[in-house]
């Protein structure tokens, strides 16, 4: 089995500044809570409301209102899109684990087709990435969709923030949401 040590512990050892077994053993145990905090993945179960103050690139009269359920590396999401008197809920799930799955995509006129995705945490566990691409048969002929969302938690869990950037018909999108805890 192989052990991967802190740089700061592998540097240490290498200068010879860690001689014993002793002093290697006692600089381990001080370092395991802070491995074990490094080691944790942001969880954003929860009910959140949009910030429109803090959100830019959406359309003035969107409010977003998400429940979202996280258990380990999976995520299920519920998202109320309002735009004006109309309410569209939004179902969708990720699975953190870095390999291509399928997932419904479609089209704002509502042709639907079946898109590949790519789901992973971010390196610091504080948040994590989708990338997603559909390919859809229009009466113009073939329209390939593109989307990357980023999600970040901050403020000691109280906030979300998701960047998105679109790629399809009407050209790039990018947007920045910005959601607090409720």
């Known amino acids: 089995m192989q052990c991967a040590l802190p740089v700061e512990v592998l540097i240490l050892l290498h200068l010879g500044i860690i ?13 395991l809570p802070l491995l074990a905090i490094a080691g944790e993945k942001a969880n954003f179960s929860g009910q959140w409301m949009m910030d429109k ?8 009269n969107m409010e977003q209102k998400m429940r979202v359920k996280q258990e380990g590396d999976k995520l299920e999401l519920e998202t109320d899109l ?6 569209q809920t939004i179902h969708d799930s990720y699975t953190f684990n870095g390999q291509e799955a399928d ?4 089209l704002q ?3 639907q087709t079946t898109g590949k995705r790519i789901a ?19 009466p113009e002929g073939k329209v390939t969709t593109t989307m990357q969302r980023k999600w970040t938690i901050a ?19 990018s947007t920045k949401r910005t959601f607090n805890r409720k």
């Open 19 to 31: 001689m014993t077994r002793t002093k290697l053993i006692i600089v381990l145990i001080l370092l």
């Open 53 to 60: 103050a803090k959100s830019s690139g959406l359309p003035e």
């Open 82 to 87: 309002f735009i004006g008197d109309d309410v």
């Open 103 to 106: 997932f419904p995509a479609r």
């Open 109 to 111: 006129s509502g042709q």
């Open 120 to 138: 992973k945490w971010n390196e610091d566990g504080k948040g994590f990435e989708v990338r997603e691409t559909a390919t859809f048969d229009t």
């Open 155 to 173: 403020d000691e869990g109280k906030t979300i923030v998701i960047e998105l950037n679109h790629t399809g018909p009407n050209g790039p999108i």
